[in-house]
């Protein structure tokens, strides 16, 4: 692909809101984690899709940690957006914050960055449009995309060594 035929990152960015009803929460009153991880794979799987404009599937999370419960009756608010593209993959990063529906109150809940591989007509991996990166965010997006993509391979090489 050539320069030209690059994409804006911000042109990627998804908005998703999920009001948390009781089916979507623990014993607690808060969401279930295994919840707002669909959620989280979920709004990132349409960030990478809106910028690869393939179907396209889930190759890794990395580290998921909740700072904060969302409680039934709050809203869970997911901001996605494609950070790198490294061929025929992407990573995608994730913030979820809560908002209290009376009071206007956010918090942060977690964030999390996805890997997407895009997949061909045949179904393998296909490479995708890169990243047009405009603004001082989105180039540091991408730097720290690179390293935590250069950490995951080196583990991943590690853990296969004999």
């Given at each position: 692909m050539t320069d030209a035929e690059?994409?804006?990152?911000?042109?990627?960015?998804v908005d998703v809101t999920h009001?948390?009803?009781?089916s979507d929460a623990n014993m607690l009153g808060t969401a279930f984690g295994g919840?707002?991880?669909q959620w989280t794979d979920l709004a990132a799987s349409m960030a990478a899709m809106r910028h690869a404009r393939l179907p396209v599937v889930?190759?890794?999370?990395d580290q998921l940690s909740f700072l904060a419960p969302?409680?039934?009756?709050q809203m869970a608010i997911l901001s996605a957006q494609v950070n790198a593209v490294f061929g025929t993959s992407m990573e995608v990063g994730v913030e979820v914050v809560s908002e209290d529906p009376r009071t206007g109150e956010r918090?942060?809940?977690c964030d999390a960055f996805l890997t997407f591989v895009g997949l061909g007509p045949d179904g393998r991996p296909t490479r995708v449009a890169p990243l047009a990166l405009a603004t001082d965010a989105e180039r540091r997006r991408d730097r720290e995309a690179r390293a935590r993509r250069a950490a995951r391979l080196s583990l991943r090489d590690a853990l296969r060594a004999p």
């Open positions: 690059a994409k804006p990152a911000a042109a990627s960015h009001l948390v009803m009781p919840m707002v991880m889930t190759a890794s999370i969302i409680r039934i009756g918090r942060k809940c």
